[in-house]
Structure formats: structure tokens, C-alpha cells
């Protein structure tokens, strides 16, 4: 049996514990809402979502980070994709992510520019999936990824593979 010691125990170390992450798809009158964030590598546009606290589920991950980032309610629909993000250079991280289909509740739909709690979002908004794939992006093949979801009826959950180890 596998053991994951959490950061907080003793012996643990980033390197050697699993972190998940949820990714949340929120589509609106033909538009999905995305964030621009500064990261290390530079500014991108991307779907909300961040790493999913201790005991908390993941549809209140999704609520939470939706929240925070945008400051629109949502609701979580549905599972749609899994994959893994080990990075082996560097700091050695493994963190598993888990993307879901949400959707808006509530009557608010115009998204609080930088965010309400997260300072590293710049701007939070509605953009095409074809206005998508001309902004620079962590995951290149995210807009195809996510628009194979939104057209498709009969898409199931998928794993993605490692998304680190994908030349984007």
C-alpha cells in the first residue's frame, strides 16, 4: 500500500507528497471563462482552479477557487478529464489534477476583474474557445480539450497523461 505522508508530517518534504488540484470548465451564452495570471514562466490565460485543501471535496474546491479567482457562484456538473503533472527536473513536484465541468448558479455573470482573494489573478473574464487559443496558455491543447467537452454529448472522463512531459 502506497503512503503519502502529508507536507505537515514529520519526515515529509514537498518532494515526496501528492498534491491535487481542480481545473473548472465554466461555459456562458457560448464563451468560457478564463483568468490571465502572472506564473514564473510568465503571464497566461487560463481556467480557474488551484490545489484542493485538506478534507475539503472537490465540488467545494471548485466552488471555492471559481469563487476566489472571479467571484462567480458555481456549481460542479461532472468529472471530465484527470491527469498528472510530475515534474522530475527541478523540485521533483507530483501533483494530480482534476478537471470539472461547472456550472453558474445565482444571477451574477460578469466576473470581478482581478479576483476577490487571489492577488496573482490580473484580470478574470469570457473569451471564445477560438479567442482562447491565440492567448498564450500553460496547456496548448487545453481550448481543444475543452471544446471536445462542451460539443460533444457523449465525452467521458479521461486521463490526459502527464501534462509536464507534453511538448506544448
Known amino acids: 500500500m502506497l503512503r503519502v505522508r502529508l507536507p505537515s508530517e514529520k519526515g515529509a518534504s514537498e518532494m515526496s507528497a501528492i498534491r491535487l488540484r481542480v481545473t473548472v470548465v465554466v461555459e456562458h451564452e457560448g ?6 495570471e502572472q506564473t514564473q514562466r ?11 485543501e485538506y478534507l475539503e ?7 471555492r ?4 479567482e472571479t467571484g462567480l457562484l458555481v456549481e460542479m456538473e461532472r468529472l471530465i478529464w484527470i491527469d498528472d503533472r510530475i515534474d522530475q527536473e527541478g523540485n521533483g513536484k507530483h501533483t494530480v489534477g482534476v478537471g470539472v465541468l461547472a456550472k ?9 476583474p482581478g479576483g476577490i482573494v487571489d ?3 490580473e484580470w478574470a473574464g469570457w ?3 477560438e479567442e482562447w487559443k ?18 460533444d454529448p457523449t465525452y467521458q472522463p479521461m486521463y490526459l497523461g502527464n501534462m509536464l512531459s507534453k511538448a506544448e
Do not use: C, W
Open 119 to 121: 492577488e496573482e489573478i
Open 134 to 151: 491565440q492567448l498564450p496558455n500553460d496547456h496548448k491543447t487545453r481550448p481543444d480539450q475543452v471544446k471536445q467537452v462542451l460539443s
Open 42 to 52: 510568465g503571464i497566461f490565460y487560463n481556467l480557474p482552479g488551484g490545489i484542493v
Open 127 to 129: 473569451v471564445t474557445l
Open 104 to 112: 453558474l448558479v445565482g444571477e451574477e455573470t460578469n466576473p470581478t
Open 31 to 36: 464563451k468560457v471563462l478564463l483568468i490571465r
Open 57 to 63: 471535496a472537490i465540488p467545494d474546491a471548485a466552488k
Open 65 to 68: 477557487e471559481v469563487m476566489e
